[in-house]
């Protein structure tokens, strides 16, 4: 299925999922697609296995709680933030390291201080390798962490290798 893309989420410096300049990170950048639904593309590399050339499943656990809990902030005009009340996850097919991987992750459910999502890992062969379903608690930013933007360079950040549309 295509997607058109119509925006783009930001990074940070040091965040294990988003952060550009942590050298153990995924590096993820985030999509947002015309229907709010957001997608992640990565490249899971060596240190991130659990058995020889495979993502480690605690790591593909974690893409999915981001990609989940930031589709969100697709549906607002302020950010929102969410801390993960439950997540659960079903394993059905081994990811591959140094792939690029897509996710997505869609709100099924908002209400005024929770919201649930759904969120799918899939593989460059178009099959869905890990699906979750998450709860969140909406808790505003100064609850959850000391947060300063400019120290951890909280900005999106273009690349001449967005795309304008993603395939799923």
């Known amino acids: 299925m295509k997607h058109k893309i119509v925006g783009k989420q930001k990074n940070s410096k040091l965040c294990f999922v988003c952060g550009l300049k942590n050298p153990f990170g995924l590096k993820a950048h985030f999509y947002v697609s015309e229907t709010k639904e957001l997608i992640a593309i990565f490249k899971p590399e060596e ?11 605690g ?10 809990g ?8 302020e950010e929102v ?8 996850v079903k394993f059905k097919k081994p990811i591959p390291l140094n792939e690029e991987l897509k996710v997505i ?18 593989l460059p062969n178009g099959e869905i390798a890990v699906e979750a379903h998450g709860k969140y608690l909406k808790v505003p930013l ?4 000391n947060f300063d933007v400019e120290e ?13 549309e993603i395939i799923l």
């Open 105 to 122: 992750g869609r709100i099924t459910k908002n209400e005024n201080r929770i919201f649930e999502g759904y969120g799918e890992i899939i």
């Open 152 to 164: 951890t360079e909280w900005r999106v950040v273009k690349s001449e290798n967005d795309p304008d």
């Open 81 to 88: 933030w969410g801390v993960t009340i439950e997540l659960n």
């Open 47 to 57: 240190v991130h296995q659990s058995y020889p050339g495979r993502l480690h499943g």
């Open 70 to 77: 930031r589709a969100i902030l697709n549906h607002y005009e």
């Open 59 to 68: 790591i593909a656990s974690t893409i999915l709680d981001e990609t989940i």
């Open 142 to 145: 100064e609850k959850i962490a």
